[in-house]
C-alpha cells in the first residue's frame, strides 16, 4: 500500500504560479508511474499529467501543455506538477495518484485545493 499526501495548493492570481508536492510513504517504489489528476465543481476528475518511474517519459493533457511541468525526486519520494500560467480554468482539486501495478492507477492522495482568481 501506498500512501500519498499532496500539498501546495491555495489561492492564486491568473498568470501567476504554484508547485504541487505529493508525497509518497509506505511501500513506495522507484518504478511507479505517477499522474496528477484534478476535479473542478461540477465536473469529473480528469487527467492533467503522468510521469514514468524513471523521469525519463512524461506526458500531459492539452489544456496544460506547456504551463505545467511534472517532476519526481525518486531520492524523495516525491512528484511534483510545476503550475505556471495559471488560469481561471484550472482552479480544481488536484489530485496524485501511483500507479502500483499495470491496471492503472491505484492509490489516490486526498487532494489539494487550487483556486486561480481572475
Known amino acids: 500500500q501506498v500512501q500519498l499526501v499532496e500539498s501546495g495548493g491555495g489561492l492564486v492570481q491568473a498568470g501567476g504560479s504554484l508547485r504541487l508536492s505529493c508525497a509518497a510513504s509506505g511501500r513506495t517504489s522507484s518504478n511507479y508511474r505517477m499522474g496528477w489528476f484534478r476535479q473542478a465543481p461540477g465536473k469529473e476528475r480528469e487527467f492533467v499529467a503522468r510521469?514514468?518511474?524513471?523521469?525519463?517519459?512524461?506526458y500531459y493533457a492539452d489544456s496544460v501543455k506547456g504551463r505545467f511541468t511534472i517532476t519526481r525526486d525518486n531520492a524523495k519520494n516525491t512528484v511534483y506538477l510545476q503550475m505556471n500560467s495559471l488560469k481561471a480554468d484550472d482552479t480544481a482539486v488536484y489530485y496524485c495518484?501511483?500507479?502500483?501495478?499495470?491496471?492503472?492507477?491505484?492509490?489516490w492522495g486526498q487532494g489539494t485545493q487550487v483556486t486561480v482568481s481572475s
Open positions: 495518484a501511483a500507479s502500483t501495478t499495470a491496471y492503472g492507477y491505484d492509490s
Open positions: 510521469i514514468r518511474g524513471s523521469g525519463d517519459s512524461t
